[in-house]
């Protein structure tokens, strides 16, 4: 069947040139001048893809999109969009635009993108406005968590894995350096699971002192050690059914990794101090950001718990293998900064975008998430200026130390710590040192001011 393009573009003679272009590539092309002509041209149907320019005499590419998920046509669509504009083509992407393309147009990249879009097979398109539009085939379900997918070749990879991976039962270990959104992608492997109605437990390895991981994992009943006042269920029986994720699962001590393994190969467990084993039926999502093979070498980490969680490796790319996202990440996380925050900034001048494309990221999505939030929070205009960016993203001189954080000071208290998370890179041990305050005094904080 013949894959037909509907090009949306007012420059006629640019229209019929890439008309022309796609015609001899073997695609049927119609052409539409304005936004109600491609309405027109959309609703009598056949059209594989939409091919459409920013700005349109009528009304503008962004319109267009919002009618086509009112109306369900459900056909992909590439926006075509000037440099200057390609905040405009992120917000399109975030309205449903499969992807952008720069004006001029590179025929090859075009013809790239094109053929990327078509290969992901789109639902039939609905015709009343009444339904809403179908799930394209190997997009996620429709209600979504809270993320934007990137677009650079590392993360549509990535996302391909995870579609892979989460319909089967396997266990999935989880490897990536921190801040590159580990847990966000187990709760994306269980959500397009076969146990998506079932729990999702987490638990941070890191966190359980080694005295009590038996009771974390198993539970406890009254009276097995002091302190025992109640029952417990553990997070084994808490996940039954469903999903469990363990976080920094290197940072298990030995003797916990023994019982861990006992776990999953019998799938029984036994509340300590109890003589009742109960059966479990979960599926077992891991994360680390360490070497896990070094540690087996080293003798920390048992090679016969490493086989037994890594049935399928997923890595994380780096924020900086991933530079032709930074756009898009940053305007989302501009979105959800607003509406934490209650600001109405517009987005980002010409030199933020530069240097936040220039840099590094050693924190990779939570320092970008936390640099955003905070420079929203300061941010004065409706553009977050350089002055608004932490100093090590601009490269600008250090700024002096600061005070220990006053927990006397309730009104600057939420400030200071966006400020040290974002200094920190999202590294709540180091920014709980850089305010002067515990770890487990930092968890209570972030609870309260519902900081993730």
């Not at 009528?58 to 046509?73: F, K, N, R």
């Not at 677009?151 to 892979?164: C, G, P, T």
């Not at 941010?379 to 490269?395: F, H, K, N, W």
């Amino acid at each position: 069947m013949e894959e037909r393009i509907l090009i949306v573009d007012d420059d006629i003679t640019f229209a019929l040139m890439l008309r022309t272009w796609l015609s001899k590539r073997g695609f049927g092309v119609g052409t539409a001048s304005s936004v109600a002509a491609a309405r027109t041209a959309l609703e009598a149907g056949g059209f594989s893809l939409v091919l459409s320019d920013m700005r349109l005499p009528d009304e503008d590419g962004i319109a267009l999109l919002q009618w086509m998920a009112g109306a369900g046509v459900a056909a992909p669509v590439i926006v075509m969009t000037s440099y200057a504009e390609i905040q405009n083509a992120v917000r399109c992407m975030k309205l449903g635009a499969r992807d952008y393309v720069a004006k001029p147009v590179n025929p090859d990249e075009l013809l790239k993108k094109i053929r990327e879009a078509l290969d992901v097979p789109a639902a039939p398109a609905a015709k009343s406005a009444s339904k809403p539009a179908p799930r394209a085939a190997g997009s996620f379900s429709e209600q979504p968590l809270n993320y934007i997918e990137g677009r650079s070749d590392a993360a549509r990879q990535l996302y391909e894995h995870i579609r892979l991976v989460a319909p089967t039962n396997m266990s999935v270990l989880v490897n990536g350096a921190s801040g590159t959104g580990k847990e966000h992608v187990a709760q994306l492997i269980h959500r397009e699971s076969k146990r998506a109605g079932k729990p999702f437990v987490a638990v941070d390895c890191g966190a359980i002192p080694r005295d009590l991981a038996a009771s974390e994992f198993f539970g406890h009943v009254k009276g097995a050690f002091t302190g025992a006042l109640a029952d417990k269920t553990g997070a084994f029986e808490a996940a039954d059914g469903g999903t469990l994720f363990l976080d920094e699962v290197g940072n298990l001590g030995y003797e916990t990794q023994v019982q861990l393994l006992r776990a999953l190969q019998e799938r029984r467990i036994r509340p300590v101090g109890s003589n009742r084993e109960i059966p479990v039926d979960i599926r077992l999502v891991a994360a680390t950001n360490e070497d896990l093979e070094a540690a087996i070498a080293r003798g920390t980490f048992r090679a016969d718990l490493y086989h037994r969680i890594n049935s399928f490796t997923l890595r994380m790319p780096c924020l900086r293998q991933m530079r032709g996202d930074i756009p898009l990440f940053a305007d989302f996380f501009l979105d959800q900064a607003n509406r934490e925050l209650d600001k109405r900034i517009v987005g980002f001048d010409a030199a933020v975008a530069a240097a936040l494309a220039a840099y590094d990221w050693p924190g990779n999505l939570r320092q970008l998430k936390n640099a955003v939030m905070s420079a929203t929070l300061l941010a004065a205009g409706e553009y977050i200026t350089c002055r608004d960016l932490p100093a090590e993203v601009t490269g600008g001189p250090a700024e002096p130390a600061e005070a220990p954080l006053s927990l006397r000071d309730p009104a600057s208290e939420e400030e200071q710590i966006r400020r040290a998370l974002a200094t920190a890179g999202g590294n709540k041990s180091q920014a709980a040192k850089l305010l002067g305050i515990d770890r487990k005094t930092l968890y209570n904080k972030l609870h309260l001011y519902g900081i993730e």
